[in-house]
């Protein structure tokens, strides 16, 4: 059985949760966030075990990181993991849309399951499921908000710094 860990760290957006398993980060999770686990799964809380997640989304909110380089642990069904490697190949201050990942993977017709499995990424914004959008260009679905699914895409634009 795994030892899960986890810390809460400031960012622009607000309150950030880490949880690790067994030293290996497999979440980062908002406040009010969609499909957020219950507080309980998280683990004791451990400031000390997550130095380089902390210092890489630092650098990142500075604008000074554009590809985190962090080994992840990501729990999901082999699809999920599939679809969530094809949003760490999204480029910094680009967007995607659903039907670009599902052509991507080889399955045109997933759109809709790699909306699903993009949805439950358990790694936000280091999986940068924010660079996803609709087929016109719309935002859609964000599990941390519209709101800091712009800010992000703005961020990353280069039209609003924090």
Known sequence: MSAKQHTVIDSPY??????????????LYMTD?????????FGARDEALFGAAEEQLEAYFKGELKEFTLELRL????FQRTVWDQLRRIPYGETRTYGELADALGNPTASRAVGLANG???????????RV?????SLTGYGGGLDRKQRL???????ALF
């Open 153 to 159: 895409l703005d961020f990353e634009s280069g039209t």
């Open 133 to 137: 959008v609709g087929a016109n260009g």
């Open 75 to 78: 729990h999901g069904t082999p």
């Open 33 to 41: 966030q969609r499909h957020r686990p219950p507080e309980e799964t």
């Open 14 to 27: 607000g309150p950030l949760t880490l949880v690790a398993d067994d030293g290996v980060l497999c979440g």
């Open 120 to 130: 439950k990424n358990p790694v936000g914004i280091i999986v940068p499921c924010h």
